[in-house]
């Protein structure tokens, strides 16, 4: 738990423990060139955004524990999609849409967790969206000095034909410190 500094007497308060759900949201490029295992899933081919999570950590530096994670996407497909969101306690150099995702030494390094998303274990197809629900996690993750955010890079894992302008959504739900 974390304290705080009530004045200068040195009297602290303890802080309780508070659940927040923190999404990302993103719509992939406009065609259905498919995706070979290992292949990021992003927003662009030329110039990718990462996934930002703000808001993880009460304060700067600090940490929570990932409890679920749920990704919506707005189609449903033939053969569904595999992947795996990695997050990381720092920005990372994006690789472009439907390129193998190779991070650098450096930018690995940044990775705090890896949750699976299986269309076969955890995907549910309903209407006209495929929702993948993680199942619970209990993963402790911190932020880097100075940021109250993580960011997430999805990539698939199988071959996977997607939807036209495909709209994915990333719900993680955390226990601040």
């Known amino acids: 738990m974390s304290q705080q500094s009530l004045n200068p007497s040195n009297a602290t308060v303890m802080l309780r423990p508070v659940t927040k759900i923190i999404e990302a949201t993103f719509t992939r490029p406009a065609d259905t060139t498919a995706y070979a295992d290992g292949d990021t899933l992003c927003d662009s081919t030329s110039a990718p955004t990462i996934m930002t999570f703000a808001g993880i950590a009460r304060a700067a530096g600090l940490g929570a ?3 679920s994670a ?3 996407k707005s189609t449903v497909q033939t ?4 992947a795996d969101l990695l997050l990381f306690d720092t920005s990372i150099t994006m690789s472009n849409d439907n390129v193998a995702f190779s ?3 450096a930018d690995a390094e940044k990775a705090v967790a890896i949750i699976q998303f299986r269309a076969s274990s955890n995907g549910s197809k309903l209407g006209l969206n495929t929702i993948f629900d993680a199942g619970a996690i209990s993963r402790s993750v911190k932020c880097a000095s100075g940021s109250t ?3 997430g890079v999805l990539v698939a894992r199988n071959a996977y034909t ?3 302008a495909e709209v994915f959504r990333v719900r993680l739900g955390f226990i601040q410190d």
């Open 162 to 164: 997607p939807g036209n």
């Open 79 to 82: 053969t569904e999609l595999n």
């Open 103 to 105: 991070p650098s030494d």
């Open 149 to 151: 955010s993580l960011y």
């Open 70 to 72: 749920m990704l919506i």
């Open 65 to 67: 524990v990932l409890q």
